[in-house]
């Protein structure tokens, strides 16, 4: 069984004004990594890695941000870290940078003092992010098994579709296929993407009470197996490349 992972972020942005969007677009169509940790204090991770942006980018890196579980955490504190790279090659180049650049080495021994690591996940983007570059954001990460991967790459296409032409433009449902993920990875990581946490539940709001909602989201329910896990988080960006 392919097992696909939703990533309901993708995307969604929270707390964003006018001020902070971004008019520049970066490809995001290469590939992805994320590490899972737990962080002692979430702000003061943030912070780390928001003051140490030359290290960051260092390993070739797009984008990079951080996401804060808001809701389905198995603990408090739970957190992503997350960096967009131009292909699998220049994820897996990455590693290796961050295995023999000194520098690297001493930033992420100094991280420790604030998390505890749960591990890393590579993932190749199957449907990108398009939208504006947001500097906060929320997503919710929806983790799922399916039999048919094409006919729910299919339907979510549609269900992203659907939200555009009704309203939704600020939003954005995004695809990740985890390739490197661990033990038990799910076969694709879905985004859903907004403007902030409360345009993300608008989203919620919508699936269980539009007619034109509800008709996409079923073709999605009947594409998919099961649920693997299921999180919102809350974002925000701590690198951009330009």
């Known amino acids: 069984m392919k097992k696909i992972l939703l990533l309901s ?43 140490n942006t030359e290290v960051i980018s260092a390993s070739g890196t ?46 992420i021994s100094d991280l420790d003092d604030f998390r505890e690591l749960k591990g890393w996940e590579t993932s190749r983007v199957i449907m990108a992010y398009e939208g504006e570059l947001l500097d906060t954001f929320a997503t919710r990460t929806l983790s799922i098994d399916t039999d048919n991967p094409q006919a729910y790459l299919e339907a979510l296409a549609g269900l992203k579709e659907a939200y555009h032409a009704n309203g939704y433009e600020d939003t954005s449902i995004d695809v990740y296929q985890p390739i490197g993920s661990g033990s038990n990875p799910s076969d694709y990581q879905a985004v859903a993407v907004a403007p902030n946490l409360a345009r993300l539940g608008a989203m919620f709001d919508a699936l269980y009470s ?24 809350q974002c925000e960006s701590v690198y951009q490349s330009m």
């Open 9 to 51: 972020l993708l995307v969604s942005f929270s707390s964003v004004s006018s001020a902070d969007n971004h008019e520049e677009t970066i490809d995001l169509s290469g590939a992805m990594t994320t590490i899972n940790l737990i962080a002692k204090n979430p702000s003061s991770y943030i912070a780390q890695l928001k003051s």
């Open 62 to 107: 797009l984008l990079a941000g951080a996401c804060i579980a808001v809701s389905g955490n198995e603990m408090p504190g739970e957190m992503q870290v997350f960096n967009f790279y131009p292909s699998m090659e220049a994820a897996f180049a990455s590693y290796e940078i961050q295995l023999s650049n000194a520098e690297m080495q001493d930033f």
């Open 210 to 233: 539009a007619d034109w909602a509800q008709e996409a989201f079923s073709r999605v329910a009947a594409s998919r197996s099961a649920y693997v896990t299921d999180k919102i988080y």
